[in-house]
Nanobody, 120 residues
């Protein structure tokens, strides 16, 4: 059974930090591209950051570059998002996403989300 479980969300003041985790089970984590998305109230879900299966390459939304850092530990089947210098506009539900390509079939898995609220 595929499971992606996010944790680490919460309420923080502007300028503060949070570290999100995504613990994965039920599929081969080390062969999966992993992403963090977020969705604010009334807005579409947006890609925040992504990391390749070996962790060798990352990408970020312009709005979080220099403030957020994505990483993964393939030995622990876990992905992280270190969020620093948080702003009220970072308030959203953050979702963990996994993408796998197996025999030409693309599989897309999602976590349940974790709420991040940044107070002004």
């Amino acid at each position: 059974q595929v499971q992606l479980v996010e944790s680490g969300g919460g309420l923080v003041q502007t300028g503060g930090s949070l570290r999100l985790s995504c613990a994965v089970s039920g599929f081969t984590f080390r062969r999966s591209v992993m992403n963090w998305y977020r969705q604010a109230p009334g807005k579409e879900r947006e890609l925040v950051a992504g990391i390749t299966s070996d962790g060798g390459s990352t990408n970020y939304a312009d709005s979080v570059k220099g403030r957020f850092t994505i990483s993964r530990d393939n030995a622990k089947n876990t992905m992280y998002l270190q969020m620093d210098s948080l702003k009220p506009e970072d308030t959203a539900v953050y979702y963990c996403n996994a993408v796998r390509q197996v025999a030409g079939v693309r599989y897309n898995y999602w976590g349940q989300g974790t709420q991040v609220t940044v107070s002004a």
